[in-house]
């Protein structure tokens, strides 16, 4: 080769290469597991505790006493190896954390999929704060990390729908649903599947603090103005916002969020599917239901404008 053709080669190659580095980066911020940098995550969770804590005291819901209520006690599990306290809110995401916090806390190298649906809302090898006495409630309160992720209302409401209400899981789908019937039909035989709106009709005709779990409210799960989370996540950056949890709690590094769902073949419920439930409401029905989660769309910063958002999400 002479020399004419290497200085022409040569240039080429380079350039090759920087084209090829390019590329690479571009794919791995593509796949990267972090497409939001911790400084923005920070930020974005500083906005909304100190957003959080001015509309708690704009609506008056601090508490003069700083007592924890038993039904709040008992929604948190407390992990000793991290120094880490999480509220369990049903349909977002509650399975796959409670996964986490027995493997956290297991030191095990077993796999989140090894870890049974039924075994880990039974098992007593996570401990709930209400399992201790107040005293010490109140030191692990002050000094753990504390999270807790919401997610939209209606797209909870409706979620916590199909999986309680059209799978036969015995309690809901049996003691529940006849409940459900025997309120809301004229005859009393018929079996049904109970509708969405006869669903949302049982919601609607008790008082908040005592619904079931599945679909009380969730500034009553948790109690976000009392408690001051120090990571409020969303379903919607559930991934991400887990990830990032396990940074800040000090996770091993091959411990990762798992995203196992129950029924495997069925799609999770998306702004879509939520949109095609709400329709079936009408107005008298949504109007209730916006009462109903009027504090977590507030506290948490979701719109009741459903039609726009859930035609974004989907
Ligand atoms: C509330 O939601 C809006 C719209 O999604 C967003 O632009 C804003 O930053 C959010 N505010 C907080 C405090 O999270
Ligand atoms: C919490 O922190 C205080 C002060 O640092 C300490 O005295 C106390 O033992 C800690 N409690 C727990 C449960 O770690
Ligand atoms: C309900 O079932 C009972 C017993 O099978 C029957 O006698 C009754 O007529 C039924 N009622 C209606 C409204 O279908």
Not at 104 to 119: G, K, P, R, V, Y
Request: positive net charge; charged residues 25%; glycine residues 4%.
């Amino acid at each position: 080769m002479n020399q004419k053709a290497l200085l022409f080669l040569l240039p080429n190659f380079f350039f090759g290469i920087f084209l090829l580095g390019f590329f690479y980066r571009k794919q791995k911020s593509l796949a990267g597991d972090f497409p939001v940098c911790s400084e923005d995550w920070g930020a974005i969770q500083n906005d909304r505790k100190t957003t959080l804590a001015s509309l708690c005291l704009k609506n008056n819901l601090l508490k003069v006493r700083n007592q924890l209520d038993s039904h709040v006690a008992s929604q948190l599990f407390v992990e000793h190896n991290h120094n880490f306290i999480y509220c369990e809110v049903p349909k977002v995401g509650c399975s796959n954390w409670k996964r986490t916090i027995f493997l956290l806390q297991a030191n095990t190298h077993a796999e989140a999929s090894e870890i049974e649906h039924d075994f880990i809302h039974q098992t007593s090898a996570i401990r709930r704060l209400a399992s201790y006495p107040p005293a010490k409630q109140q030191d692990f309160l002050k000094n753990y990390t504390k999270v807790m992720f919401t997610r939209h209302p209606f797209e909870r409401l409706v979620s916590a729908y199909r999986d309680k209400l059209l799978h036969s899981e015995p309690y809901y789908s049996d003691t529940v649903a006849n409940q459900i019937r025997a309120m809301f039909r004229k005859n009393k035989n018929s079996s049904g599947k109970v509708s969405f709106q006869e669903f949302v009709n049982f919601v609607l005709a008790k008082p908040p603090d005592s619904l079931d779990i599945h679909w009380k409210p969730m500034y009553l799960l948790c109690d976000p103005c009392n408690i001051h989370y120090d990571v409020l996540g969303k379903y919607e950056t559930l991934g991400l916002d887990s990830e990032h949890v396990l940074k800040v709690i000090g996770a091993p590094e091959n411990l990762h969020y798992p995203s196992l769902k129950r029924y495997g073949s069925e799609k999770r419920t998306n702004g879509y599917i939520t949109l095609e439930y709400l329709r079936q409401l009408n107005s008298e029905q949504i109007e209730k239901i916006n009462k109903l989660y009027h504090m977590d769309f507030v506290l948490f910063n979701y719109t009741m404008k459903y039609e726009e958002y859930f035609s974004l999400n989907d």
